[in-house]
Structure formats: structure tokens, C-alpha cells
């Protein structure tokens, strides 16, 4: 599928990866629910976050936040602790449970893609990894994923 001559680029690329992450996601039964596989995913990214990081990431209220992470809580796949520098707050950790968790998470949605893959072209398939190479440093440059306070 071509995209259309008005769509941007970053529009384009972001459609490509929803509908692959919908394809890999749609073959595979999850561990957990895919809503608390993202959050889990933005947490070992983050390292450790407050709720409200969180709730802003998410664009949802730290109520919802606290809910969907008390969930990821009772499951063992984090934990809490009080934040040194503000008694109020809690930091939220990916415990090792958790690491887990989105390592088969991770290796099961890719091995849903690896037969569609496999029947490209090496050349596409060439292609696919560079152009990976490339996402890849686009990420590492971004600007950070922790929102301001």
C-alpha cells in the first residue's frame, strides 16, 4: 500500500507501526492485557517513574494511572517505593518478574511476524533492517520520553 501524495512521512511511519504492532499483537496470546503490557513496556523504559509521569505518558488521570499500575502490582510485575526526594510520591519500578514478562511478551509478537518475513525477498528483508538501524538512532537522538513537570 502506497501512502497517499498529502500524508508526511512521521504520518505514514506511524500508521505502518500500528498496524504491525495490531498484526503481531492480534496472532499472539498475551500474558497480560496488551493495555498493561504498554504500560509495563513505558515503565522498563522509563527506569523509574512517579504516577504522574505516567499518567501523563498515558494522557489519562493519575487515579486511572494509579488503578492500572496497582494492577501491574498485584500481578508482581512491579513495585513501589516512596520517593526520597518527595515523601507524597511513589516511584514505580519494572521488578525482575516483570522484565520477564515483556521478554516473552517481545519474543512472541516477533515470532507471530517472523512467517511474513521470512517470505520477503532478501533484499526487502535487507532493506527492513537497515531501515530498523535507522529507527533505531532516530530513538537514541529524540528528544526524551519523560514528560515535564
Not at 500481578?75 to 525482575?96: F, H, N, Q, S, W
Not at 516477533?110 to 531501515?131: I, K
Amino acid at each position: 500500500m502506497v501512502a497517499p501524495a498529502h500524508a508526511s512521512l512521521g504520518a505514514d511511519l506511524l500508521s505502518v507501526v500500528s498496524r504491525l504492532n495490531r498484526l503481531a499483537t492480534q496472532r499472539v496470546a498475551l500474558p497480560i492485557p496488551g493495555a498493561q503490557a504498554r504500560l509495563l513496556a513505558t515503565i522498563e523504559d522509563l527506569d523509574v517513574a512517579r504516577i504522574s509521569d505516567l499518567a501523563a505518558v498515558d494522557h489519562c488521570s493519575q487515579p486511572t494511572m494509579t488503578t492500572q499500575v496497582r494492577r501491574l502490582e498485584d500481578a508482581g510485575l512491579t513495585t513501589r517505593a516512596t520517593d526520597p526526594l518527595d515523601a507524597r510520591a511513589v516511584l514505580i519500578r519494572i521488578t525482575e518478574k516483570g522484565v520477564d514478562t515483556m521478554a516473552r511478551v517481545r519474543q512472541d509478537r516477533a515470532a507471530a511476524l517472523d512467517p511474513e518475513l521470512d517470505r520477503l525477498a532478501p533484499e526487502d528483508r535487507r532493506t527492513l533492517a537497515e531501515a530498523v538501524d535507522v529507527l533505531h538512532r532516530f530513538l537514541a537522538e529524540a528528544a526524551p520520553t519523560r514528560p515535564v513537570r
